[in-house]
Antibody, heavy 121, light 108 residues
Framework: EVQLLESGGGLVQPGGSLRLSCAASGFVFSSYVMTWVRQAPGKGLEWVAAISESGDSTYFADSVKGRLTISRDNSKNTLSLQMNSLRIEDTAVYFC??????????????WGQGTLVTVSS | EIVLTQSPGTLSLSPGERATLSCRAGPRISSSYLAWYQQKPGQPPRLLIYGTSNRATGIPDRFSGSESGTDFTLTISRLEPEDSAVYYCQQCGSSPFTFGPGTKVEIK
């Protein structure tokens, strides 16, 4: 059974940093593109970032480019999101998600339950 | 960036009725890269349809997807109470892999 378990969310001040983690199990982690998607309170889904199977290629939404970094450790089946220079508008539930099938151009077939990041003074 | 527009914003229908949800992409995208998700309150999204018309594992056949020109359509043929949710389309053909704003389906 595929499981994605996010951790690391919490309250942080504007300008601060936070690191999210996602522990994956139930599938061959190194064979799939992994993605972070966020959802601000009461709002829709926003695609944030994705990383290739090997970790050598990444994509980011313009809204987070230069502030958020996505990485993975295939030896530990872990996905991470380093969040720097946080803004109030980064407040959201952050979902870890797995691509369906190999390669970049696939939909998401499994989602974690999400971890809440609140940016507030 | 590919922008997805969904309509209507909210759909209020009775059980057994047919729901038709629309998603328009600009610029145009290949049908291979359009997916639909269902999200209920307090839950993560669930993949319903991928590649415009392919049902994901375990999805009932009352859910179907199609394409007409630049418009993509999710149809729920006979609404059931548990179909009350927000439905999102997503394009996965070009980064950023954007989502539409969602359509809320309410069951009367």
């Amino acid at each position: 059974e595929v499981q994605l378990l996010e951790s690391g969310g919490g309250l942080v001040q504007p300008g601060g940093s936070l690191r999210l983690s996602c522990a994956a199990s139930g599938f061959v982690f190194s064979s799939y593109v992994m993605t972070w998607v966020r959802q601000a309170p009461g709002k829709g889904l926003e695609w944030v970032a994705a990383i290739s199977e090997s970790g050598d290629s990444t994509y980011f939404a313009d809204s987070v480019k230069g502030r958020l970094t996505i990485s993975r450790d295939n030896s530990k089946n872990t996905l991470s999101l380093q969040m720097n220079s946080l803004r109030i508008e980064d407040t959201a539930v952050y979902f870890c998600a797995k691509g369906r099938g190999s390669g970049w151009y696939v939909p998401i077939d499994y989602w974690g339950q999400g971890t809440l990041v609140t940016v507030s003074s | 960036e590919i922008v997805l527009t969904q309509s209507p914003g909210t759909l209020s229908l009775s059980p057994g009725e047919r729901a038709t949800l629309s998603c328009r992409a600009g610029p145009r995208i290949s049908s291979s890269y359009l997916a639909w998700y269902q999200q209920k309150p307090g839950q993560p999204p669930r993949l319903l349809i991928y590649g415009t018309s392919n049902r994901a594992t375990g999805i009932p056949d009352r859910f179907s997807g199609s394409e007409s020109g630049t418009d993509f359509t999710l149809t729920i043929s006979r609404l059931e109470p548990e179909d009350s949710a927000v439905y999102y389309c997503q394009q996965c053909g070009s980064s950023p892999f954007t989502f539409g704003p969602g359509t809320k389906v309410e069951i009367k």
